[in-house]
């Protein structure tokens, strides 16, 4: 665990980090994000001590590194820097291994772990191995930068904005590889980047920088849907969200307090408060508002008997969401079951909400027509 | 071209010996600049705030002249070997200590964090990264050291350092254009080989991926790289220690009887310095070390005060107003006798004179002298604002020299351009000058069918030679005296001018030159050169 403690950076021209307190657990992807110059590298570099705080203290696993020696503690990180920071004068296995050869380790095992690495990153030993960092594409470059990382089996990994110099198809790639390094390999790693979309598609958590001070540090759903303030909810960008269905949840889009009629209710009642709500169904609920099942309007309407009590034509036979579930889940629920009528029940059985097409509809149609409408996520967004 | 190549050849041992030295001394300044500049360069490119000064300081070195740095170090390191090194590194400083920087300057600063950043200590950093990295911007600084001291050295000769420059310097001195080019075409040889040596040493130490980027690399290729560059590396450094041993171990293993020959650098000064060295070394056992041909008459006598040197031949005029700064005066005796007591306080024995005065005298061509009927000095007071006066830079310079000579004669040229030593003959042969000083035992004179005006009002010195000797050197070697003492009153002035006419027009070598006239004298007895 990193545990930032009222940590401070003075430059001569000011404060860089003011008064940072974080905590990184083990095994988490924590990204530092915000604009360029808010202070988010000086974070970085300071768990390292490339750079020094002024004030404050950074723990790792209950030590102060500033009572740790530099080169042992650096030896226990692997670090990422955007333009690689390969050695040109070396080859890739030369710059993999420097660090396994300063620590004495013999040339058969650093051959070995290197190769390994290599293969871990997608790079084939055989070709690559004695290939100087001019001789690769930048993608090569990185990767052979993230297996240098890697090669120590540090517990803790820097990376400093490592794929922005890379094109969108290598960097998703990338992207991709070391969001599964890490769940695999278990590391902790610190991601600085000042771009949303990369923040949100690694992190764990978020930490978001603003002049020397964290903003917000949350888990990438809530900072979407709850931007502490708006310099964070520019920074996010509108319709953000939209670009990660999975943070949009059932409970964020769903018909709030929806009607419903108890199962003594006559059709009569029953047609009335579909013709109100302009509904195809609505739900059955007994006094605690527990769902008991669904009635059509095609059913009510069908029957002759106004006086009949609803329970009567009401069907068991139904899809239920919870507000948890995520926007893609819903629609494949929608879609698959080809039901038009959703309710949605809380933990405890009780109808909180409805998806109905309309409604689900009214909530796509905000990520293509975007401005002017209001965000989704909000808790006034949709309602009865 | 037939003559250069025969003489060439005839000179080719002390052409071979002067390269050796020359090629030593180069070496050796070059090295220690480099175990200075190296890390210097380090430091500053540590410790930036060092960086303004210490560039500063050695780009005010680079600015003084190469002869005043010299003249300026006699007084501390004495003449020949270690004032020069000490010069050479001087001047090498900078471009080793400023590419030392850019070398180090041009890093990416990004790889410089990652190393700092994998866990590298400051020392591994410097040795995996930085110094690799720099290294052939650095070598870039030494090979420019290395070919600018190669050109440094030859001024040495100046002081007496041995030297491809003492060929160019005798040459200049007795303008022998084939000897200037003994020394001078080596001395190019040398630089265009320091340069292209040290360029395949600079690509040696390049890293393979900045030369040709798209090098293929296998693990055996590497592996035999890195042998094949050590093995250099290490053969490389291995000269240099080579050469640097074989400078400082003759310092070492000086043998016990020795006398240090001094002169200074004209023909006449070789031949007797030749003359005394061959004259002892037949006569009593001891060794002559040779260190001729010095800069001029005060790097002499500094290297004499200095024990530099035990022994040079001095001139009584010289000595009375040059040296020892002494009111003008015509009385010989008076001026024997306050040299002699004069340098006695110095610890220096005077010794009687070989025979011949070398005055000063003026000299113009046969036609000058005809056009205007010149005989005397006198004769030149009319028409003296129509001639180009070309005293030498020395008697330029001193108190019984030109402004002696203006207010003797009242004389007033119309231009007075001084030259040094024997640039002066061709120089007034061109018609470049009209009026020239010479020595009256000048063997130029004669070949250059110049006329010597009469000093009809006495106004210039008389220069008797004297052989001036360390009193201490006297007493740790007593047979030395009866041995010095044989050449007095044997050389008159037309005998000189004959010595000095075969160096100077007969292209024989001062060394041959004295060993011929002591055979003829008789005064090499034991033959035991």
Not at chain 1, 30 to 40: D, H
Not at chain 1, 79 to 87: A, M, N
Not at chain 1, 317 to 325: E, G, L, M, W, Y
Not at chain 2, 345 to 352: D, E, F, M, W
Request: aromatic fraction near 6%; charge should be positive; glycine fraction near 8%.
């Amino acid at each position: 665990m990193i545990r930032f403690e009222h940590v401070t950076k003075t430059y001569r021209q000011g404060d860089v980090v003011r008064d940072v307190n974080l905590e990184i657990r083990d095994g988490e992807l924590v990204v530092l994000a915000g604009p360029s110059g808010c202070g988010k590298t000086t974070t970085l570099k300071m768990i390292n001590q490339l750079i020094r705080p002024s004030g404050g203290r950074i723990l790792i696993d209950g030590r102060d590194i500033a009572e740790l020696d530099a080169v042992r503690l650096r030896r226990g990180i692997g670090y990422v820097i955007q333009k690689t920071g390969l050695f040109p004068h070396m080859t890739v296995k030369e710059n993999i291994e420097i660090v396994l050869r300063m620590q004495g380790i013999g040339e058969p095992e650093r051959e070995r772990k290197v190769s390994e690495m290599l293969r871990v990153v997608h790079m084939d030993p055989d070709r690559y191995l004695y290939r100087y960092p001019a001789q690769l594409s930048g993608g090569q470059q990185q990767r052979v930068g993230v297996a240098r990382a890697f090669a120590g089996d540090p517990k803790i990994i820097l990376m400093d904005e490592p794929f922005s110099a890379l094109d969108p198809i290598t960097r998703s790639r990338l992207q991709a590889e070391v969001a599964f390094l890490q769940k695999k390999l278990k590391k902790t790693i610190v991601f600085v980047t000042h771009e949303m979309d990369e923040a949100v598609r690694l992190a764990d958590r978020i930490c978001i920088i603003y002049n020397g001070r964290i903003a917000q540090y949350d888990t990438p759903e809530t900072i979407l849907k709850h931007p502490a303030d708006g310099f964070i909810a520019n920074f996010v960008g509108k319709g953000r969200i939209w670009d990660t269905p999975r943070f949009i949840r059932v409970g964020d889009i769903m018909i709030r307090c929806p009607v419903s009629c108890a199962p003594e209710a006559s059709l009569a009642d029953c047609g009335k408060l579909l013709r109100e709500s302009r509904s195809s169904a609505v739900a059955v609920t007994d006094s605690d508002r527990r769902i008991l099942g669904i009635v059509r309007a095609s059913d009510v309407w069908n029957r002759e008997d106004p006086d009949e009590p609803v329970r009567k034509i009401m069907t068991e036979d139904f899809s239920k969401a919870s507000p948890d579930q995520t926007l893609p889940e819903i629609l494949r629920v929608v879609l698959d079951r080809r039901s038009d009528f959703v309710p949605v029940e809380d933990g405890r059985n009780k109808l909180v909400g409805l998806i109905t097409e309309e409604n689900l509809l009214c909530a796509l149609s905000r990520k293509f027509l975007g401005k002017g409408e209001k965000e989704a996520g909000r808790d006034d967004d949709v309602s009865c | 071209m037939m003559t250069f190549l025969a003489d060439f050849w005839g000179m080719r041992e002390q052409v071979w010996s002067l390269l050796l030295a020359h090629i030593r001394l180069t070496f050796l300044s070059v090295g220690i600049a480099v175990l200075i500049g190296v890390p210097s360069g380090l430091f500053i490119n540590h410790f930036r705030k060092f960086s303004k000064p210490v560039l500063g300081t050695v780009n005010l070195v680079q600015a003084i002249p190469s002869l005043a740095m010299l003249g300026f170090l006699i007084p501390y390191l004495g003449i020949g070997t270690a004032a020069t090194v000490f010069c050479v590194v001087a001047y090498s400083l900078l471009p080793i200590i400023k590419n030392t920087c850019i070398g180090l300057g041009n890093i990416d600063p990004d790889t410089l964090e990652a190393a700092r950043g994998v866990g590298l200590t400051e020392g591994q950093i410097l040795r995996n990264v930085q110094v690799p990295l720099a290294l052939p911007v650095i070598m870039a600084g030494i090979r420019i050291a290395a070919v600018n001291a190669v050109g440094f050295v030859t001024i040495a000769a100046f002081i007496g350092a041995g030297g491809l420059g003492y060929l160019v310097y005798s040459g200049i001195q007795t303008s022998n254009v084939d000897m200037i080019l003994s020394g001078a075409v080596p001395a190019c040889a040398l630089a265009l080989g320091v340069d292209f040596i040290l360029g395949v040493l600079e690509r040696l130490v390049t890293p393979v991926s900045l030369r040709n980027p798209s090098v293929e690399m296998t693990k055996e290729k590497l592996c035999r790289r890195k042998k094949r560059r050590k093995a250099i590396l290490l053969g490389a450094a291995a000269a240099v220690l080579f050469l640097a041993g074989t400078a400082v171990l003759p310092a070492l293993k000086r043998s016990k009887k020795v006398i240090r020959i001094g002169s200074k650098n004209f023909t006449e000064q070789l031949i007797l310095g030749n003359l005394y060295a061959d004259l002892i070394e037949d006569s009593a056992d001891i060794t002559a070390v040779r260190n001729l041909n010095l800069g001029s008459t005060d790097i002499c006598y500094k290297a004499l005060r200095n024990r530099d040197i035990d022994f040079y031949v001095e001139y009584t005029g010289t000595a009375y107003g040059s040296l020892l700064r002494q009111k003008p005066s015509n009385d010989r005796n008076h001026i024997d006798s306050t040299v002699a007591a004069l340098m006695k306080k110095q610890g220096i024995r005077v010794l009687p004179p070989l025979g011949f005065n070398n005055a000063f005298v003026l000299a113009v061509r046969g036609d000058t002298a005809d056009q205007y009927g010149l005989n005397t000095i006198s004769d030149l007071k009319k028409i003296s604002g129509r001639l180009v006066f070309s005293p030498t830079i020395e008697f330029n310079n001193r108190r019984d020299g030109v402004s002696a000579l203006n207010s003797a004669y009242r004389l007033n040229f119309k231009k007075i351009a001084p030259i040094e030593g024997g640039l002066g003959y061709p120089a007034i042969a061109n018609g470049k000058c009209d009026v020239l000083t010479a020595y009256s035992t000048d063997g130029m004179l004669d070949s250059y069918r110049l006329k010597v005006l009469r000093d009809d009002r006495n106004a210039m010195l008389s220069y008797y030679a004297i052989p001036m000797v360390r009193e201490e050197t006297l007493r740790e070697y007593p047979e030395l005296e009866g041995v010095l003492k044989k050449m007095t009153g044997l050389l008159d002035d037309k005998t000189m001018r004959s010595l000095n006419y075969q160096v100077d027009e007969e292209h024989r070598t001062p060394e041959k030159v004295a060993r011929d006239f002591l055979k003829r004298k008789g005064l090499l007895p034991n033959k035991r050169l």
